[in-house]
């Protein structure tokens, strides 16, 4: 197949998954032509079947906003028609399923679209009234949906009024990348004294309550002697910082900030703390599973469907901090407990969400989607037997 994918190239999970599953097509042997406005950071080495298509903004001076969205759109319909795309598949909504609509108008019917929903662009921007309608006839309009987890599927039903239907693909982690790795040296820097390693990870917005991070570390460190090693930037970086020195932990925080690549860097660390309020999946908690590390995280959006609870690590409700302390303390105290939770977490990200199972789930659908091309082009009669 030819499949155009459109992400946000530098953004979180999101574009991780658009980018591995465009990976993992072209190593299948489809032709995969990433269109988006900068190169996909974790794009990697080349490949014969992989393209890159920028999408370059017109900064003219009459443009107060220069319009991303219809030079994305402009882009995908060259695309598609250059490259004979069979379909695009955007990933998050916003602008990115209204722009393949545009595409696919000016292309003709044959190209098929599948818009797959991530999170915050159903339980953030679906609050706002300005957006709310464009992205329900995005998803109405798609050829095919899919959302990361169930709850997302239910919130996205709720919240949008949407009836269509609207497939489960869970997101995957590539096991040949995380996995338990040997990093005793590495470590050994972070935690010279034989310290317990905490880590969180992510971009460092509201939602993911990196003050509850702090709140639990410093109740575990009250106990045992440990580190923090916080890994990622974003608004509420500074803010963080503040309460870390506030909280006189500095000598015993690391703010390691932006990193490329994480796989070898989550095996340093002893336990992942993901304590947001919002999370439709939570990619992070996955790659600490496939790592062996158990999860402390809440009980919200996806995470229940992705950590299960006293199997991989622990939930708790939102702001919950004394009791995240408690899990915590009790798988680092427990040695016994902590290695069954750790072969647990490895087992379950390998059996519910390998990346060899997920990519077959995608493929599956897109010819799907294609065969119902088929017959809007000429009525599929019922096979003469
Ligand atoms: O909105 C964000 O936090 C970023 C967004 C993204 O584009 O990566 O994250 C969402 O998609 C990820 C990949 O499917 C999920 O793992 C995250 O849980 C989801 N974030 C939220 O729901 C807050």
């Known amino acids: 197949m030819k499949i155009g994918i459109t992400c946000y190239p530098s953004l979180g999970g999101s574009g991780v ?18 269109i988006t ?10 490949h014969p079947n992989l393209y890159y298509h920028e999408v370059e903004v017109n900064r003219y001076d009459v443009f107060r906003y220069p319009p991303y969205d219809l030079t994305l759109a402009n882009r995908m319909a060259q695309v598609a028609r250059e490259e004979k795309l069979d379909l695009l598949h955007v990933h998050y909504a916003v602008p990115h399923a209204l722009c393949a609509y545009l595409a696919k ?3 003709g019917r044959s190209l098929k679209v599948m818009t797959t929903l991530h999170g915050t662009d159903i339980t953030v921007l679906g609050y706002d009234s300005g957006l709310s309608e464009m992205i329900r006839f995005g998803i109405e309009q798609s050829d095919m949906v899919t959302a990361v987890s169930n709850d997302l599927i239910r919130q996205t039903k709720e919240l949008l009024g949407v009836d269509k ?12 990348r995380y996995y338990p790795r040997k990093v005793d040296e590495i470590k050994r820097h972070f935690t010279p004294n034989g310290e317990k390693l905490l880590m969180h990870i992510s971009n460092f917005r509201p939602v993911k309550r990196v003050q509850d991070v702090v709140a639990v570390f410093a109740g575990v460190r009250e106990r045992i002697p440990a580190k923090l090693l916080l890994i990622g930037e974003g608004p509420e970086l500074t803010n963080i910082r503040r309460i870390v020195h506030e909280r006189g932990l500095q000598a015993d925080v690391i703010f390691l900030g932006k990193q490329e690549d994480v796989a070898e860097m989550i095996s340093l660390a002893d336990v992942m703390l993901l304590p947001s309020e919002k999370e439709s999946f939570g990619l992070v908690a996955l790659e600490a599973m496939a790592c062996g590390v158990p999860v402390i995280a809440t009980r919200i959006g996806g995470l229940p469907e992705v950590v299960s609870d006293q199997e991989c690590g622990y939930l708790a409700e939102v702001g919950d901090v004394p009791e995240m302390i408690r899990r915590t303390l009790e798988l680092l105290l427990d040695p016994e407990l902590y290695q069954r939770f750790s072969q647990a977490a490895i087992a379950r990200s390998r059996n519910t969400f390998c990346h060899e199972t997920i990519t077959s789930q995608y493929e599956r659908l897109y010819r799907r989607m294609l065969d119902r091309t088929a017959c809007d082009r000429e009525p599929c009669l019922p096979t003469r037997v």
């Not at 998954?17 to 990433?34: D, M, N, P």
């Not at 406005?37 to 080349?46: A, E, T, V, Y």
């Open 105 to 107: 108008q000016m292309v």
């Open 17 to 34: 998954v658009a980018t591995e599953l465009g990976k993992l097509l072209a190593e299948r042997g489809h032709q995969v032509h990433f």
């Open 165 to 176: 239907p609207i497939e489960l693909v869970y997101n995957f982690v590539d096991k040949r």
């Open 37 to 46: 406005s900068s190169m996909p950071f974790r794009l990697g080495s080349f």
